[in-house]
């Protein structure tokens, strides 16, 4: 994913040229006002993606607490508007942060970023996000490596997100906020090859 600024000049995007990008299956985001585009992302991602989704619903379905949905429209500001892999929102919180436009206006309560390959990737999840996340009041963010097969997890305290855990393999992520939740992380790499060790 790359950042770009306007040309010839120090004006910030916002909603209304997003709205203007062109429909060339890239992902358009921006932060603070400046522009981020990523190519579609891979099969190994979006099943990355596709099992977490699923563990959450499953979860949903028994304790009728909230929803997961994958790759929401979530628009903080007219400077400030993103499309996170996953986010999980209690129905309670849905009712507040849902717009007429179908997007959401505010932080849902978690907010996963499943990692893609490259260094302006990471950049862009484990430092650009984290902040935005943490700015606007996101009670929990996971950010899914299936490279590394990790999870990092970040909880709220004292008004900003702080690294609560890093999940290997074996390990198994739950959340406080999820009463009964718990997914093994092994379980959501299980169909990707592993690289070999260098």
């Not at 379905?61 to 508007?81: K, Q, V």
């Not at 849905?94 to 436009?101: A, T």
């Not at 970040?154 to 393999?169: I, M, N, Q």
């Not at 906020?177 to 990707?192: E, H, N, R, W, Y």
Request: proline residues 5%; aromatic residues 8%; hydrophobic residues 40%.
């Amino acid at each position: 994913m790359s950042a770009l600024r306007k040309r010839a000049s120090d004006l910030l995007f916002t909603t209304d040229d997003l709205l203007a990008m062109p429909d060339d299956g890239n992902l358009y985001e921006i932060i603070e006002g400046e522009l981020y585009m990523s190519t579609q992302p891979n099969w190994h991602h979006q099943y990355a993606c596709t099992r977490l989704t699923h563990a959450l619903e499953s979860w949903d379905e028994e304790t009728g607490l909230g929803i997961a949905n994958g790759a929401p429209g979530l628009i903080f500001s007219i400077h400030d508007a993103v499309a996170p892999d996953v986010v999980w929102v209690s129905f309670e919180r849905l009712s507040q942060i849902l717009g007429e436009d179908g997007k959401l206006h505010a932080a849902p309560d978690l907010v996963v970023e499943v990692v893609s390959p490259g260094w302006q990737n990471e950049q862009r999840d484990r430092d650009t996000k984290l902040k935005l996340y943490s700015r606007r009041g996101v009670r929990e963010y996971w950010i899914v490596d299936w490279q590394a097969r990790q999870v990092e997890v970040y909880r709220r305290s004292r008004a900003k997100l702080v690294h609560t855990a890093t999940l290997l393999h074996d390990d198994e992520l739950t959340s406080p906020m999820l009463p009964g939740f718990a997914c093994k992380v092994s379980s959501l790499f299980m169909q990707i090859p592993q690289a070999p060790k260098a």
